[in-house]
């Protein structure tokens, strides 16, 4: 109990003592230092020029596909972003639900 007396005592006699001498026993925030306002200047404003769009962009006519386990004209026209009717035309097919696996097509560009 003395122990605790005497602690009490001594943390208030630091506490006055620290109050006497003008120091803050937790120091305060730094204060930002001021930033400088950015000024805004008056300037032209360009004005892009037009591109010309390419010419010629070079597009595949047509790549060849060999057809796969699964595989059907549509599947296929789907995947290349083509249609039926395309692939039917470019292969000369008679029938269309015909193709085999291992067939090669040709498959035009979309």
Known sequence: MRRRAF???LTAA????LAGCGEDPQPAAPTPAPT?????????T???????AP???PTPESQIYTVEQGDTLGVIAQRF???????????????PDQIF???ELEIPSG
Not at 36 to 44: G, S
Not at 46 to 52: I, L, M, R
Not at 81 to 95: F, K, P, R, S
């Open 7 to 9: 602690a009490l005592a």
């Open 14 to 17: 630091l506490a006055v003592v």
């Open 36 to 44: 400088a306002t950015p000024q805004v200047t008056d300037i032209e």
């Open 46 to 52: 360009a004005t892009p020029e037009e591109t010309p």
């Open 55 to 57: 010419e010629g962009t």
């Open 81 to 95: 972003g083509t249609t039926v009717e395309a692939i039917v035309e470019a292969n000369d097919l008679e029938n």
């Open 101 to 103: 696996v291992g067939d």
